[in-house]
T-cell receptor, first 111, second 115 residues
Framework: SQELEQSPQSLIVQEGKNLTINCTSS?????LYWYKQKYGEGLIFLMM?????EEKSHEKITAKLDEKKQQSSLHITASQPSHAGIYLC???????????FGAGTILRVKS | DAGVIQSPRHEVTEMGQEVTLRCKPI?????LFWYRQTMMRGLELLIY????????DSGMPEDRFSAKMPNASFSTLKIQPSEPRDSAVYFC?????????????FGPGTRLTVT
């Protein structure tokens, strides 16, 4: 979706390295969702951010939402091969849980 | 819980044929969503239901597409007649619908190929 811009489009990192994926909207969001998808499978929910300045962590993945609620970043610390996949950000722009998604970031982790 | 169940997982059909995709949401979930994923357009919301009622079908691409939810545990997405450009992965997702959880739980998807 052009309503959400994700960057980079793809990323190859060496195992153990840190990385950041960004998601930007031109409009204020009610909520920002991060999902992970492996090829041929459905989406796995990672976390959801709703408040400006909010930050959440799960294991080695941290997501932040800026104060204006227009940009989010997903940071992976000490990447592992299990982190490989497609990361999608989704935005709720109306508060009705109707999501639009970014194009996704393909992450490959080299052992 | 088995999660969201979709069938079939793969469907290959010829242009002009009718295709029916099926979804069983998680028991107790009141909201159900149908998405389509393609390389060109990414993941798009087609339609969503709340308490079996279609709330927003603005994402349905054409009249060839129709979706129903006859009861709380079953939904179908039908394409008639199908065209090669309908080839995509179709996902169904469900959510409690009562704001107790914002997460949408996705099924494994149906990979549709129209030749």
């Amino acid at each position: 979706s052009q309503e959400l811009e994700q960057s980079p489009q793809s990323l190859i990192v060496q195992e153990g390295k840190n990385l950041t994926i960004n998601c930007t909207s031109s409009k204020t969001l009610y909520g920002l969702y991060w999902y992970k998808q492996k090829y041929g499978e459905g989406l796995i929910f990672l976390m959801m951010l709703q408040k400006g300045g909010e930050e959440k962590s799960h294991e080695k993945i941290t997501a932040k939402l800026d104060e204006k609620k227009q940009q989010s970043s997903l940071h992976i610390t000490a990447s592992q091969p299990s982190h490989a996949g497609i990361y999608l950000c989704g935005a709720d722009k109306t508060g009705a849980n109707k999501l639009v998604f970014g194009a996704g970031t393909i992450l490959r982790v080299k052992s | 819980d088995a999660g969201v169940i979709q069938s079939p997982r793969h469907e290959v059909t010829e242009m002009g044929q009718e295709v029916t995709l099926r979804c069983k949401p998680i028991s107790g979930h009141n909201s159900l969503f149908w998405y389509r994923q393609t390389m060109m357009r990414g993941l798009e919301l087609l339609i969503y239901f709340n308490n079996n009622v279609p709330i927003d079908d603005s994402g349905m691409p054409e009249d060839r597409f129709s979706a129903k939810m006859p009861n709380a545990s079953f939904s179908t997405l039908k394409i008639q007649p199908s065209e090669p450009r309908d080839s995509a992965v179709y996902f169904c997702a469900s959510n409690p619908g009562d704001r107790t959880s914002d997460e949408q739980y996705f099924g494994p998807g149906t990979r549709l190929t129209v030749t």
